[in-house]
C-alpha cells in the first residue's frame, strides 16, 4: 500500500536539498535555494514537500509576500522516478488547498516556459489563467508566460 504524505516547512533539510540539486540536473536552483537575504522582512518562503513511504519525492516552493497579498511560485520538482504519475498534480493540488486557507484572497501567481506543455496543462487545470507574456526572463533570453489565480 502506497502511503503519501505532504507537510509544509519555511525551509528544507540539507539532505533534502542534495536530493532536489540531483533532480534539477544544473537547471536552474535558484527557485529552490536563494537566500534568505533575497527575501524582505515581511515576506516568507514555504516549501511544501511530498513523501512517498517517508522518502521524499517531490517539493513545491513558493513566496509569500503579505503587503501585497500576493504569493509567487517559485518552482515544483518530482523526482525522476516519480514523473508522469501526477504526483505534481497532487502536490500543487494540496499546496493550493493549504494556501487558500492560511492567506484566502492573496493572488497566486506563476510562471512558466512556453515549450514546458505539462506545467501550463497543470496549471489551468488547477485554475490559474494567463494574464501576460515576458519575452526576457530575468535578462535570460528566455521567454515565460504569466498566470495567476485568486486563493479562494
Known amino acids: 500500500m502506497e502511503i503519501l504524505r505532504i507537510d509544509v516547512s519555511d525551509e528544507l533539510t540539507p539532505p533534502e536539498k542534495q536530493e532536489v540539486k540531483k533532480w534539477l540536473k544544473g537547471l536552474e536552483e535558484s ?39 500576493t504569493i509567487n511560485g517559485r518552482g515544483i520538482i518530482i523526482s525522476p522516478h516519480h514523473r508522469g504519475l501526477k504526483y505534481g498534480t497532487l502536490l500543487l493540488r494540496e499546496a493550493i488547498n493549504y494556501l487558500a486557507k492560511e492567506y484566502k484572497g492573496f493572488e497566486m501567481k506563476v510562471v ?26 530575468k535578462n535570460t533570453g528566455e521567454p515565460r508566460i504569466k498566470l495567476k489565480m485568486i486563493l479562494l
Open 31 to 69: 527557485i529552490f535555494f536563494v537566500g534568505d537575504e533575497w527575501f524582505k522582512k515581511e515576506e516568507h518562503k514555504l516549501f511544501f514537500r511530498l513523501f512517498k513511504s517517508n522518502t521524499l519525492i517531490g517539493v513545491y516552493s513558493c513566496r509569500v509576500v503579505p503587503y501585497k497579498k
Open 112 to 137: 512558466v516556459h512556453p515549450e514546458n506543455i505539462a506545467s501550463l496543462k497543470l496549471m489551468l487545470s488547477l485554475g490559474f489563467k494567463v494574464y501576460g507574456y515576458i519575452s526576457d526572463f
